[in-house]
């Protein structure tokens, strides 16, 4: 019985050596309070709930913080590490807002999905077998997440709450989610 659950550990990637743990997080809350504009700031709620996020991040060893360019998200990452990589790829997905105020993305998930991998591929390349912190959006890491575990687009239906962490284990061409939506830090 040891053997089998070793061997099927194995297969999602726990505990595989060369393993890249990537948390994928969602900035802190920008939107309380928030002035109309298109790149908001963090919100004083928001700033508490990175806060927590970093004091949780530092009792773990990681190899690298990266982000988006978005204003809330590199305010998050920078609590985490001030020296945080930004790489454009990890934007959010592009949206109008309708005519009731909804949301409308205005990208289409493949080409999200594109973008993501790309950018989550050379983060892991450049990272092997260390865990990296990646702040970025709910849309984009949902449409990500959702092609990792095979899904059609619109099956995964999440949304991640504020610095909330979703894991990807990543090794060679192999991903394998292992968490979604943590918020432990923020209890």
């Known amino acids: 019985m040891i053997q089998a659950m070793r061997s099927l550990e194995a297969a999602f990637l726990i505990g595989v050596e060369g393993t890249t743990e990537i948390w994928l997080v969602r900035h802190g809350d920008c939107y309380e309070g928030m002035a109309e504009g298109p790149d908001p700031a963090l919100s004083p709620t928001g700033r508490r709930q990175a806060e927590k996020l970093a004091e949780r991040v530092r009792h773990v060893e990681h190899a ?7 204003r ?7 609590l ?5 990589r930004v790489d454009a790829r990890l934007m959010e997905m592009t949206f109008e807002l309708g005519d009731q105020g909804e949301i409308v ?6 080409d999200v999905v594109a973008r993501m991998t790309a950018a989550i591929d050379e983060i892991a390349a450049a990272h092997p077998g260390g865990r990296v912190i990646v ?5 984009a890491f949902v449409n990500y997440l959702t092609d990792v575990m095979r899904l059609e ?14 894991v990807v284990r990543a090794l060679g061409d ?9 918020t432990a830090h923020l209890e």
């Open 64 to 70: 690298a913080v990266y982000c988006s360019p978005a």
């Open 72 to 78: 809330r998200a590199l305010e998050t990452a920078h």
């Open 80 to 84: 985490i590490d001030p020296e945080a």
């Open 105 to 110: 993305f205005t990208e289409m998930p493949a």
């Open 135 to 139: 702040v970025g959006h709910a849309g």
């Open 153 to 166: 687009p619109g099956q995964l239906r999440i949304l991640p709450y504020y610095t909330s962490v979703s």
């Open 174 to 182: 192999r991903r394998m989610v292992g968490a979604l939506g943590d």
